[in-house]
């Protein structure tokens, strides 16, 4: 590796002790190889220089690029930590981050909605609870009741009753064994109130099939009304065609009535 300072001192006072003793040719070839020597070690000491300035340079380059790294990931994992709370804030809360809650169609303002009907539902749930609770023992007492009570009417007068109160299911239940115990007009009213009951219920071709008895009994009364329903309930039935027929045959025998310009304005529309 070379000569340390000390060693090199020592060299030098061992050839000044020297000179006196040895010749000026020996002397001049000592005197090189001392500033050789020197030379060597300057050299030595400018290479260690360069060489530790180099290690520090590096060091400290590595020893900033590893505090540039470090601070990157402090600024990452809090970028992180502030998305974690910005969710679990979200989660309580209902409000989505990147929402707003005044925008209706955001799926904050959603969430908000829901929250707010459901902690209504929620208020009311016992009331709702009971009052479905007390109307289906009220209906049930009351259907109790009143399949108990309830008698089949077996007059024309009592089947107009039910029919004046709009009780068409009991005249439905009711009619057919008066239908066919009377004659006549009470014949033909008790097949009216029949067929008009089906109808009201809904029971299309019931209806239709008892409308048209109604008319094979050859009645004077509600001749255009029936005409009209069964027009009805082959229209609501999709056969367009029939229906348009009883729908003409009204308009051409009953123009004048009221039924007539029903059965006009539900043509336009066929």
């Not at 502030?82 to 309580?92: C, N, S």
């Amino acid at each position: 590796m070379g000569l340390s300072r000390s060693s090199f001192r020592l060299i030098v006072l061992f050839g000044v002790l020297l000179t006196g003793c040895v010749t000026p040719q020996e002397e001049r070839q000592m005197k090189e190889d001392i500033a050789r020597l020197q030379a060597q070690i300057v050299a030595m000491q400018q290479d260690l220089t360069t060489t530790g300035s180099s290690l520090s340079t590096d060091s400290s380059r590595k020893t900033a690029s590893i505090n540039a790294n470090i601070e990157r990931l402090n600024v990452e994992i809090q970028r992180l930590k502030g998305e974690v709370d910005t969710l679990r804030v979200g989660v309580v809360t209902g409000r989505l981050p990147g929402t707003s809650a005044d925008n209706p169609d955001s799926i904050a303002s959603m969430l908000q909605t829901i929250a707010e009907r459901l902690e209504v539902v929620e208020k009311n749930q016992e009331s709702v609870m009971a009052a479905i609770k007390k109307a289906g023992k009220s209906k049930k007492r009351g259907a109790s009741n009143s399949t108990k009570q309830r008698k089949p009417v077996k007059s024309l007068r009592g089947l107009q009753e039910s029919f004046g109160k709009k009780q068409y299911l009991y005249v439905v239940e009711d009619a057919k064994p008066i239908i066919k115990r009377n004659s006549g007009n009470s014949k033909h009213e008790a097949q009216y109130m029949y067929a008009e009951s089906l109808y009201k219920l809904g029971r299309l071709r019931p209806a239709a099939l008892a409308f048209n008895d109604y008319l094979d009994l050859n009645p004077k009364s509600y001749l255009a009304h029936a005409k009209l329903r069964l027009g009805d309930c082959f229209r609501h039935l999709g056969d367009k065609a029939t229906a348009r027929l009883y729908y003409e045959e009204l308009l051409a025998k009953h123009a004048k009535s009221e039924e007539a310009r029903l059965a006009k304005e539900r043509l336009e529309k066929l």
